[in-house]
C-alpha cells in the first residue's frame, strides 16, 4: 500500500465520508473511492461498508487502522526527529507571495525564525497569469496561493491567510460612488485575462466564469502582473477582484477598490512541489499548521 493511499485509507477511517476526505485532502472524491477499492482487490477484503446513508469501517478495516496508524505515528516521529535536526542547520527559504502579502505574514514568519534560529525567509513577487511555474523549477521554495491548488506535482500545506475581495474599478466608473460592489455587477463588465499559464479552474476561484444569476463574465484585455491589472482598471478598459490586501497596501491614482460584499472568504495556503525534500520547509509548514490562518 503506497504511502497516500494509506492517508486516503486513515482520513477516510475517521471522518465516514468520501466528500469530507476528498476536501480535506484537496482530492477528488473519486480518487478516494478508486484507492479505497484498489486496497480492497489488493487485500480481497471489504474495509468498509456503505450505504447511500452512511459508511463505516468492517472488522478487518477497524483492525487495519489501529495497525496502519501505529506504524503512521512512528513514521511522523521519526521524520520530525529528523526534521528538527535538520532545521537545526539554518536555511533561508525563498516564498513567492503576492503583492504586499509578506506584511501579513510577519507574525507567522517571526514564530518561525523564533522557533528555529537561523532559519530565514525570503519574499519573492508571484503574478497570478504564472502562479506555478517558479515552484516546479525551484527558483521558489514554496508559495502562498489562493485555493484550490489542484496540481498533480504540487503539494498544498496549512493555509496561512484568509480574506475577502475587493473589485478594483476606475474612479470615474459608474459603480465607484456606490461604496461597494457584487459579483453580479461582473456580468456588466469586462475583467482581466491572466492568460494560458494560470489554470481556469484557480482564476475562477478569485474571479468566476459566470455570475450568481448565470450570466457570463466577459474576459479581457490580457495583463500579466498586478500593476498591468491597475493599468487596465485605471484606463477603464475593466474591473477586476482581488483580495482585500491589495485595497490595504495599494493607493493608486484613478483608482477604487469597492469591497465585494457577496464574495466568500478566498483562502491562500503553502504550496510547494511534491518533489521537495526540504527539512527548513517542513518547519515552516508545521509552524503555519500550528499557528493557524491570519485573517485580513
Not at 51 to 65: M, Y
Not at 142 to 147: F, G, R, S
Not at 164 to 186: N, Q
Request: hydrophobic share 40%; proline share 7%; with cysteine.
Amino acid at each position: 500500500m503506497e504511502l497516500r493511499d494509506i492517508e486516503i485509507f486513515l482520513t477516510l477511517a475517521e471522518e465516514l465520508h468520501f466528500g469530507r476526505t476528498a476536501e480535506r485532502l484537496h482530492v477528488s472524491q473519486a480518487r478516494v473511492s478508486q484507492a479505497i477499492a484498489k486496497q480492497e482487490r489488493r487485500l480481497g477484503v471489504v474495509l468498509f461498508d456503505r450505504t447511500s446513508r452512511r459508511v463505516t469501517l468492517t472488522p478487518v478495516g477497524r483492525r487495519l487502522r489501529e495497525d496502519l496508524q501505529q506504524a503512521v505515528d512512528l513514521i511522523r516521529e521519526g521524520l520530525a526527529r529528523a526534521e528538527a535536526a535538520g532545521a537545526k542547520t539554518g536555511q533561508t527559504l525563498r516564498l513567492g507571495v503576492f503583492g504586499h502579502a509578506g506584511h501579513e505574514l510577519r507574525p507567522l514568519i517571526d514564530a518561525f525564525r523564533s522557533r528555529h534560529p537561523g532559519s530565514d525567509v525570503q519574499f519573492g513577487e508571484i503574478y497570478g497569469s504564472n502562479p506555478f511555474t517558479a515552484l516546479r523549477t525551484g527558483e521558489h521554495d514554496a508559495h502562498v496561493l489562493w485555493l484550490p491548488v489542484a496540481e498533480p506535482d504540487l503539494t498544498v500545506g496549512p493555509t496561512v491567510l484568509s480574506g475577502g475581495r475587493v473589485l478594483a474599478v476606475a474612479s470615474d466608473h459608474p459603480l465607484a460612488e456606490r461604496g461597494s460592489a457584487s459579483l453580479e455587477d461582473l456580468g456588466d463588465n469586462h475583467v482581466v485575462d491572466l492568460g494560458p499559464d494560470a489554470p481556469d479552474y484557480w482564476v475562477a476561484a478569485m474571479t468566476p466564469t459566470r455570475t450568481p444569476l448565470g450570466r457570463r463574465i466577459p474576459r479581457g484585455p490580457a495583463a500579466r502582473t498586478f500593476h498591468e491589472v491597475l493599468s487596465l482598471v485605471a484606463s477603464g478598459q475593466c474591473v477586476h477582484p482581488l483580495g482585500e490586501i491589495a485595497a490595504r497596501y495599494n493607493r493608486p491614482p484613478g483608482i477604487v477598490f469597492l469591497p465585494l460584499h457577496d464574495a466568500p472568504t478566498i483562502h491562500w495556503a503553502l504550496t510547494w512541489s511534491s518533489t521537495t525534500d526540504n527539512p527548513t520547509l517542513r518547519a515552516l509548514a508545521q509552524t503555519a499548521a500550528e499557528f493557524g490562518p491570519i485573517s485580513l
